[in-house]
C-alpha cells in the first residue's frame, strides 16, 4: 500500500523529515520573532486564545501567519508543500488558509471535531481539501500531539450548519456515538515531521502538561480547480471572527 493509499484508506498519513535542519531553524526563529513582536490581545482577531489547565485564557495560535513572514509564505506557497499537498489529494493544489499553533504548557487540548465544519461554506468540497501539519518542535503524549479517528472521514459527523462560534468550546465537536469502536491513533513527531490529513478525518488532542510549547505550522489546500480560495476563506473567517467578538462587547482589530 502507497502513501496515497494509506492517506484514503486512513485519512491521514505522517511523513518523516519532510523539513530539513535550515528549514526547522527558519520556523523556530520566526515563530520566536512572532511571539515576541505580534499582538497577542483577545481584541487582535488574528489571536485566538485556549483555555488553560490552571482556569485562565491563553493565546494560542496566529491565524494566518504567512502574511507576517515572508519566510513562512515562501515555504506554504512553494512546490514541495504543494506537491505533498497534490499527493494526497491526486491532483494540483493552492493554498487556502495557514496557522501558527503555539500550545504553550498549560494550555488545553482540542475536542474530536472535523475541520471542514468550518469550512462548508467553501466552494471546494471535503474531499478536495487537505492539510498539512509541521512540527516545529517534538509533539508527544505528554504535550499535546494529536489523535486521529482511522476511517471516520467519509462524511461530515456534525449537523450541516453555517457555525457562528468558530471556537467556541461546543463548536463543531463530534458526538461519542460517532466515534464508538474505533480507537484514536496518537500521531508522535519530530520536529521537522509533517503529518498530512483529510478534512473530515475526526482528531482530538489532550492538554500540553509540559513546560515547554509545541509549535505546529498547519498548510491547508484546496484542489486548484476550485480556484485560489485564500482571500475568500479569510473574508468568511474575518467576519465571523468580528461579529463574534461584536457580539460580546468586542469589535476587536486586524491584521497586528
Not at 19 to 25: G, Q
Not at 121 to 143: R, T, Y
Request: include cysteine.
Amino acid at each position: 500500500m502507497n502513501d496515497r493509499d494509506r492517506y484514503l484508506d486512513k485519512g491521514y498519513i505522517a511523513l518523516e523529515r519532510l523539513l530539513d535542519a535550515h528549514e526547522i531553524r527558519m520556523l523556530r526563529s520566526e515563530c520566536e520573532r512572532l511571539w515576541r513582536r505580534a499582538d497577542r490581545s483577545e481584541s487582535n482577531v488574528r489571536a485566538v486564545a485556549r483555555a488553560t489547565l490552571e482556569g485562565g485564557r491563553a493565546i494560542d495560535r496566529l491565524d494566518p501567519v504567512s502574511d507576517l513572514s515572508p519566510q513562512i509564505a515562501r515555504l506554504a506557497r512553494g512546490t514541495r508543500m504543494r506537491e505533498v499537498a497534490a499527493a494526497a489529494l491526486g491532483e494540483p493544489a493552492l493554498l487556502m488558509k495557514d496557522k501558527l499553533i503555539y500550545k504553550a504548557g498549560g494550555v488545553q487540548g482540542y475536542a474530536v471535531h472535523q475541520d471542514f465544519h468550518v469550512w462548508q461554506e467553501m466552494p471546494a468540497p471535503p474531499g478536495a481539501i487537505v492539510s498539512i501539519g509541521l512540527a516545529i518542535d517534538p509533539a508527544s503524549a505528554e504535550n499535546g500531539a494529536v489523535r486521529f479517528y482511522p476511517g471516520l472521514h467519509d462524511r461530515l459527523r456534525t449537523a450541516p450548519c453555517i457555525p457562528k462560534d468558530l471556537f467556541g468550546p461546543s463548536s463543531g465537536v463530534v458526538p461519542p456515538e460517532a466515534l464508538r469502536g474505533v480507537q484514536p491513533e496518537l500521531i508522535p513527531l519530530a520536529s521537522g515531521d509533517a503529518v498530512v490529513f483529510a478534512s473530515l478525518v475526526p482528531h482530538d488532542s489532550a492538554p500540553n502538561r509540559t513546560q515547554t510549547p509545541r509549535r505546529m505550522l498547519y498548510l491547508t489546500y484546496n484542489a486548484a480547480r476550485y480556484g485560489d480560495l485564500y482571500q475568500m476563506y479569510y473574508t468568511k473567517f474575518r467576519a465571523y471572527q468580528t461579529a463574534d467578538r461584536a457580539a460580546a462587547g468586542d469589535t476587536g482589530t486586524y491584521l497586528r
